[in-house]
């Protein structure tokens, strides 16, 4: 396993990290067909695989339905092996999202998440924009709240998982880490990313495989992750899989790049 560093945070990131929407959300997503929400053993030993592989990376939010309280479980006694990131702004409930960036929820949200995932400091935390960027970082103190937190020591780095070029340029320049979208077919980002690079902003990367349709060819698959690992400023890509073989395939197409 490669790693890399998460911009300016002191943290080292595995090449591959592990996403965790499917540990426990199974509606209104964007794959092919709903996932079907894995067992605790069957979460376990895709943990254990993770870690055999070198993964130190875990990404997972308060929306992703029950991820956060699953991986408080999972992660009881290795905490210490993984790099965890979570998000604020966004939850899901009875099948709805709602979104709440005021600096009072982002604190609240980080206290959860810390009761949640069963750990007294949080590595990562980034506002799960619901596509207004800009207006986000501009009109409501999410990120200010955060770097509170961050003075306090309960978060480590803070930044946006954003959705639009513009947000992702403006985080990228203010933030320690972005989470930006990048694929063979999605490159629209490449800029945000240059960005981050250039202010020393970690990058982690979702949808590598397109939410799965660039994931079921081996070829694209391969191709589609050794594209987004050799674009410069790229810390890590969180590959959303539950399937240990999927996960094993998915480093060893990195392992194979030249
Ligand atoms: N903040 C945000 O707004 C946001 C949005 C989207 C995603 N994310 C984060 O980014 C992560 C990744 O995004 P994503 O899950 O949408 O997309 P992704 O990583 O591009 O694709 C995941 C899909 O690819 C499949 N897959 C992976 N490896 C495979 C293999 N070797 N063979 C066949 N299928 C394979 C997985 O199915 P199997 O489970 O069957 O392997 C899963 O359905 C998420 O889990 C989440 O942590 C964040």
Known sequence: MQYRQLG???LRVSLIGLGTVKFGRNEALQYTAPPTLPSTRALTELLATARDQ?????????AYGSSEERLGELLAGQRDAWVVCTKVGESFESGVSAFDFSPEQARRS???SLQRLRTDRLDVVLVHSDGNDVDIIEHHGTLQALAQLKSEGLIRAFGMSHKTVAGGMRAASDCDVVMATLNVDQQAELVTIEQ???RRCGVLIKKALDSGRAAGDATRRSRSLQF???VPGVS???VGTTDPDHLREDVAALTRAP
């Open 228 to 230: 987004v690992a050799a």
């Open 110 to 112: 980080v206290l959860r």
């Open 54 to 62: 070198g993964i130190n990376m875990i990404d997972t939010a308060p």
């Open 236 to 238: 890590c890509i969180v």
């Open 8 to 10: 300016a945070t002191g």
């Open 196 to 198: 981050a690079r250039t």
